[in-house]
């Protein structure tokens, strides 16, 4: 097992950005950068042992640095959506930056996944990897209180990447973190993920209206084509006539998540290749989106093109726009609490 370190170039303001490569006994290679806390690849054995990168991402830095849709970041200080870019704590009304048209999106202008992470590295008996760490100021992106934070990540032997959050704040403020990797078990750029089978341990998700804002709902997925409780293939439903999927462009829906404690998300197989990929998280839901906003412009990683839902997303995480949903699990952090979550994707082929 090793983790090393190298650069991986500049940012526009002249700040050096690294790259870190992890690799385990099994030769698994999980690369991170300290900008963004992003995961810009992840090579995993198929069931004849050849290995493929799953993760779509950029070559160089300044992919990451341009818009892009989050591919593979640390996302914070909220993922996902809150409505009007507004929410009210305490009796006070916070306005934060509205970048997805008057709602505000994965922590804002310049959220948690555009910041320089200080990074240490970890080694230890069965796992190697990142120690990130970042403090957001008192009104960061409109958000109340200092909040320092810290991420690992680590890669074990048994090939699972770990990420761990942790956080404490100054004042009252909400917290919802999460990672925004978009994987294609075929390999990145190898084509849609249509064909992937996926399963849901949710018997419920959060209905969202026109501007992907949750109603309120928890809907149960019975009988719709939000019912992956048996493992379905991700294109088998999606044109059905459904309000749901025409909201949501696809699949773009937070699901409640029926585990308790650290426990199985989702488990996505691709069966040309063998690959599987299963998600646990100690989270309530996880936001499954299939990049349908994805659309042959960005070109990533060895010169491969993205089209739509050439990548899915398994952003483990407490509900969208909880802030203005007092019947929603609460995101917020106060003084002296510690904030502590866990999610691991765990690679296999069979
Ligand atoms: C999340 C959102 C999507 C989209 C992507 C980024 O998954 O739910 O609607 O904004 O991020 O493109």
Known sequence: ????????????????VDLYTLTNENAMCVRITNFGGIIVSIEVPDRDGKMADVALGFDSIEGYENTHPYFGALVGRCGNRIAKAKFTLDGKTYTLAANNDVNHLHGGLKGFDKAVWAAEKIEEANAVGLKLQYTSVDG??????????????????????????????????????????????????????LDHVVYLNAKRFTPIDETFIPTGELRAVAGTPMDFTTPTAIGARIH????????????DHNFVLDGDGLSLVARVEEKTTGRVLEAYTMEPGVQFYVGNFLDGTLTGKDGKVYEQRYGFCLETQHFPDSPNHPDFPSIVLKPGEQYHTETVYKFSAE
């Open 140 to 193: 960061e992106e409109g958000y109340p209180g200092t909040l320092k934070c810290t991420v690992e990540y680590r890669l074990t032997n048994e090939n699972e990447l770990k990420i761990e959050y942790f956080a404490e704040t100054d004042k009252p403020t909400p917290v919802n973190l999460t990672n925004h990797s978009y994987f294609n078990l075929k390999g990145q750029g190898e084509g849609t993920i």
């Open 1 to 16: 097992m090793s983790v090393e370190k190298a650069p991986f170039g500049k940012l526009t303001d002249g700040r050096e």
């Open 240 to 251: 059905a006539d459904d309000e749901q999927l025409k909201n949501g462009k696809g699949y």
